[in-house]
């Protein structure tokens, strides 16, 4: 039931793009997307409802291809503010809602 | 500060030891939930209540673990017997249900900062 992210680490220079995935087995009723400093809690990045929905603020973005089960996260032009790790969280269809699966993260390095 | 609140932050106990700890969610939110989460590995869902209905437990959780969130206020977790293998963060978050699709699924979750606990 959790969602497989790829890649597991990515190093970047300032200014450098990334795209992070998220894939799941189940059909997906939503998919959340978290970042996590080291030594710190999670912090939302933003939710994903609907097929074919895109969402972003500032440089960071995600998309949800529903018929896929995947969900894609953008990070344009990256800042060292960047750095951490992200995590998608995915809610199933067909099981009781309230349930978020968290992914195992990507790690993000972002080199001035 | 009104966001959500774990105490205490650090907990070094010995194998065999209860633990309790505490969530103060966001004051206006209706759903608490509490994760675990060890090195290296996303979150790793326990359980979660709705006002003070205790909704869904993970199987994964044994019989030693069991929360509570009387009022639908607060949230304790305790663990009885600890064991080694009950080392980690445990995570609380709280959030409102997302109402779509006559359906009530989650809302952004706010964590708090956690609770780490080492077992000796």
């Known amino acids: 039931q959790q969602p497989v992210q790829s890649p597991q680490a990515v190093i970047l220079r300032e200014g450098e793009d990334a795209v992070i995935n998220c894939s799941s087995s189940?059909?997906?009723?939503?998919v959340h997307w978290y970042r996590q400093k080291h030594g710190e809690a999670p912090v939302f990045l933003m939710i994903?409802?609907?097929?074919?929905e895109q969402k972003g603020h500032d440089k960071i973005s995600a998309s949800f291809n529903e018929k896929k089960q995947q969900s894609s996260l953008y990070l344009t032009a990256s800042q060292l503010s960047y750095s951490g790790t992200y995590f998608c969280?995915?809610?199933?269809?067909?099981?009781?809602?309230?349930?978020?699966?968290f992914g195992r993260g990507t790690q993000l390095t972002v080199w001035p | 500060d009104t966001g959500v609140s774990q105490d205490p932050r650090h907990k070094i106990t010995k194998r065999g030891q209860n633990v309790t700890f505490r969530c103060d969610p966001i004051?206006?939110?209706?759903?608490l939930y509490w994760y675990r989460q060890t090195l290296g590995q996303g979150p790793e869902f326990l359980t979660y209540?709705?006002?003070?209905?205790?909704?869904?437990k993970s199987r994964l959780l044994s019989d030693r673990f069991s929360a509570e969130r009387p009022k639908g206020s607060f949230s304790t977790l305790e663990i009885q017997r600890t064991e080694q293998g009950d080392s980690a963060m445990y995570l609380c978050a709280s959030s409102l249900a997302l109402w779509r699709e006559n359906e009530r699924g989650t809302g952004e979750l706010f964590f708090g900062e956690g609770s780490r606990l080492t077992v000796l």
């Open positions: 969280g995915t809610e199933n269809r067909g099981s009781t809602l309230g349930r978020l699966y």
């Open positions: 994903l409802l609907k097929g074919g």
């Open positions: 004051s206006e939110h209706n759903r």
């Open positions: 189940k059909a997906l009723y939503s």
């Open positions: 209540f709705q006002n003070e209905a205790q909704l869904e």
